[in-house]
């Protein structure tokens, strides 16, 4: 890209709104006794990553509605949720109504840091579809990603996700064969397995 720019992301939005219904279709496979099952996250269980959705998607609300986010540390172990469904089946209600209305002019401050609404709404949706994988994942469902939004994901992570993002939040890209779906590129550069 000419002097580094990167052009706007005008469907961000609507990308966010297709990886929240993606990652939401997923819920009807958590059941009490899954919430204990590994994730394809390092070191977390379901019900974990079920509070970090729920918490990415509040913080996306929050940019939306208030063009802010306040970046917090690490808030460890919590209370289990009684029921963690439902919180993110809220918390996915609540950033969809905040990004279907008024858009956010300009930037989105995130933990002090000017970004453009399309950007935090694109790695929004990166965040929540292939969560929503790895939610599957933990469920033994077999729920692939749909080809059309990982297609328009992959440029996303390849931008978003960098060296210092490895191996803490990502894992070492993973080798894929020639002409390998955009899905399974998508999961491969983010340290992934499709199987």
């Known amino acids: ?3 580094g720019a990167i052009p706007p992301l005008t469907g961000g ?7 929240i219904g993606y990652a939401l279709g997923g819920l009807v496979a958590v059941t009490p ?9 390092r070191g977390w269980d379901l019900s974990t990553l079920l509070a970090h959705l729920s918490d990415s998607l509040e913080a996306l609300g929050e940019a939306a509605a208030l063009h802010h986010v306040v970046l ?3 808030r460890g172990p919590r209370p289990a949720d009684p029921n963690p469904v439902a919180q993110l089946q809220e918390s996915a209600r609540r950033a969809l109504g905040a990004w279907s209305g008024e858009r956010p002019v300009g930037a989105v401050s995130v933990g002090g840091l000017p970004l453009r609404h399309d950007l ?5 949706a990166l965040e929540v579809a292939v969560h929503g994988w790895d939610l599957a994942r933990a469920c033994g469902a077999e ?12 440029p996303c ?10 191996p803490g939040r990502f894992g070492d890209p993973l080798p894929v064969p020639a002409g390998a779906s955009a899905s399974r590129q998508l999961l491969a550069f983010l340290g992934r397995r499709a199987h």
């Open 157 to 166: 992570a390849v931008m978003f996700v960098g060296a210092e993002d490895r």
């Open 143 to 154: 729920r692939p990603l749909p080809e059309a939004l990982a297609a328009e994901l992959l």
């Open 1 to 3: 890209m000419p002097g």
């Open 13 to 19: 939005p609507a990308l966010l709104e297709r990886a």
């Open 72 to 74: 917090a540390p690490d």
């Open 33 to 41: 006794e899954s919430l204990r099952r590994p994730t394809p996250c």
């Open 120 to 124: 935090v709404a694109a790695a929004g």
